[in-house]
């Protein structure tokens, strides 16, 4: 078997944690004490691409740099909004540009996501029951329609290879409680909200995004990414036509690719998909990068 792309690196001075599907966390060692602190995680983003739950073996390269640079924008932008677990951005050299020093958090166990236009998961479910997370929505609403406000619609957090499955609102306060459901809840709505208004005069569209938090003395901390292609879709705005799939800058792109007969894959064997050509690595990269540039107005 080949190496895991793109593999957790050593890092002196820290230990490693946890490696998720994208992101390897490890814990500061205690100068002092010679101990992992338990308060702080260097948060890494790896070049790790993944699709349909399955860790790519074709990373994209910069993928990590431009989904921390792009979080790190965001945090800026939502500042007046919600506090979040950024800590510093002095990191070892070997992932300068990608890595994070955060405030170490107890993780709800919701992923909290936003839609602020219909399609993916949310379409299905209109198609099928005219509602989107338990919620009644008004007939002859297409993919890519508008909703007059965003909805909250929250999923678990599945355990590594497990899919997200949805949770009604019901459910999140059972697991979290009426209160910190109802804040998490409007949090959200208000994390995409400014999204959308922050990228539409950058020709972006926020369809949708998932944000996860944290509580830290009984608050919510924004943690994780924020607002990155891999958090949501964007799509340009200059292009959104509803009753069709838009085109996209996240990874839909990989996905079109692996379902295409080109790749060989079948999806339904539950097999490891195929690596992908480099010309569908380098045109991924090149969304990325073009997501970030636009929505930042900075040269990546
Ligand atoms: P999984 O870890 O289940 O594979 P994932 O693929 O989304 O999920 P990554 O994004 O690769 O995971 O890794 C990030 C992990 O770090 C997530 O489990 C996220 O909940 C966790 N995390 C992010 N910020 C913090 C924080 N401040 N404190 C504690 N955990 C955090
Ligand atoms: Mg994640």
């Known amino acids: 078997m080949a190496d895991a792309p793109s593999a957790p690196p050593d890092l002196p001075g820290y230990v490693p944690v946890h490696?998720?599907?994208?992101?390897d966390l490890y814990a500061p060692v205690d100068e002092r004490t010679g101990e992992a602190?338990?308060?702080?995680?260097?948060?890494?983003?790896?070049?790790?691409?993944?699709?349909?739950?399955?860790?790519?073996?074709?990373?994209?390269?910069?993928?990590?740099?431009?989904?921390?640079?792009?979080?790190?924008?965001?945090?800026?932008?939502?500042?007046?909004l919600v506090p979040n677990h950024l800590v510093s951005t002095d990191v070892p050299d070997a992932v300068a540009g990608r890595a994070v020093v955060v405030r170490r958090l107890d993780m709800l166990p919701v992923?909290?996501?936003?839609?602020?236009?219909l399609t993916g998961g949310g379409l299905r479910e209109y198609r099928a029951d005219g509602t989107v997370s338990g919620i009644a929505l008004p007939d002859g609403l297409t993919d890519g329609s508008r909703f007059p406000e965003p909805l909250f619609t929250p999923s678990t957090k599945a355990p590594s290879g497990q899919h997200d499955e949805p949770m009604d609102y019901a459910a999140v306060e059972s697991a979290l409680g009426p209160d910190l459901a109802a804040r998490a809840r409007d949090l959200t709505v208000r994390i995409i909200a400014r999204g959308n208004e922050v990228a539409a005069p950058r020709g972006i569209i926020v369809a949708d995004t998932k944000v996860e938090f944290g509580v830290a003395d009984g608050d919510l901390v924004l943690a994780d990414e924020v607002l990155t292609p891999d958090s949501s879709r964007f799509w340009p705005?200059?292009?959104?036509e509803p009753g069709h799939p838009q085109p996209s800058y996240d990874k839909e792109f990989v996905r079109e690719w692996l379902l295409s007969p080109a790749s060989?894959?079948?999806k339904a064997s539950g097999e490891a998909p195929p690596p992908l050509p480099d010309d569908v690595v380098?045109?991924?990269?090149?969304?990325?990068?073009?997501?970030?540039?636009?929505?930042?107005?900075?040269?990546?």
Do not use: H, N
Not at 19 to 23: F, I
Not at 111 to 117: F, K, P, S, T
């Open 19 to 23: 490696s998720g599907k994208v992101r």
């Open 282 to 300: 380098e045109r991924t990269r090149a969304k990325y990068v073009e997501a970030y540039e636009r929505l930042t107005g900075s040269t990546f």
């Open 37 to 80: 602190r338990g308060d702080l995680l260097l948060l890494v983003a790896s070049d790790r691409i993944s699709a349909f739950d399955f860790v790519l073996d074709s990373p994209i390269p910069d993928k990590g740099e431009v989904l921390t640079r792009m979080s790190l924008w965001w945090f800026e932008q939502l500042a007046d």
């Open 111 to 117: 992923e909290c996501v936003a839609r602020a236009y």
């Open 264 to 266: 060989g894959w079948d």
């Open 237 to 240: 705005a200059e292009q959104w």
